[in-house]
């Protein structure tokens, strides 16, 4: 096995777009399942699809995906993680969360028809980081999440994107804090911020 996919307990993978942050995950995917037959993985999917482009992006990662890692089953959640995490987590699973900027962008900026469909609004952020850190503590598998380092570009001129980009900093140290490995990912190669030692 490639000494950079051995599978932590937890690993949070950070990078731009097109940075091999999927790419990475996926391996150690790949990889898990090829160690022992009943091993299983799990992907949870946090993207919708609200227009033709993100539907046919969708569509593309489903059939890339299908051809590059066959034995990954995929759901989709795009709010509710900590419960998908801890309803699916066993200790020949592992699974794989792609990606945590969407699940914030669900939580700070719902789609209009999330919005009308609840009385009340969603709840606000950090409320959902807390159930969040705790399953990926109490997960008795292996957990990878994906997530953007956003914060490396210019600093936004819109108040909203501002508190974003803090949100999701917030956010990414969070997990960083709680996972065993952290992995930044820059032209498809991984720096390890955080080792397993």
């Not at 190669?189 to 080792?195: A, D, G, V």
Request: charged share 20%; with cysteine; hydrophobic share 40%.
């Amino acid at each position: 096995m490639n000494p950079s996919l051995s599978i932590a307990r937890s690993e949070l993978i950070l990078g731009g777009q097109k940075s091999g942050k999927s790419r990475r995950a996926e391996g150690l995917a790949r990889d898990w399942l090829a160690q022992a037959p009943q091993h299983r993985a799990l992907l949870i999917a946090t993207g919708q699809a609200h227009d033709d482009e993100m539907r046919e992006r969708i569509a593309r990662h489903r059939r890339e995906r299908a051809e590059r890692v066959p034995g990954l089953a995929t759901l989709e959640e795009p709010r509710e993680l900590a419960d998908a995490i801890a309803r699916h987590g066993a200790a020949h699973t592992l699974i794989v969360v792609d990606c945590l900027t969407l699940w914030l962008t669900h939580w700070l900026m719902p789609p209009e028809e999330h919005t009308r469909q609840e009385q009340t609004p969603p709840a606000g952020w950090p409320a959902p980081a807390a159930p969040l850190l705790e399953a990926v503590r109490q997960s008795p598998g292996p957990v990878v999440l994906v997530g953007n380092e956003i914060g490396l570009g210019v600093i936004p001129m819109g108040r909203e994107v501002r508190a974003f980009v803090d949100a999701l900093g917030s956010l990414n140290q969070q997990v960083a804090g709680v996972c065993e490995r952290v992995t930044l990912m820059a032209a498809g190669l991984p720096l390890f911020l955080k080792n397993p030692s």
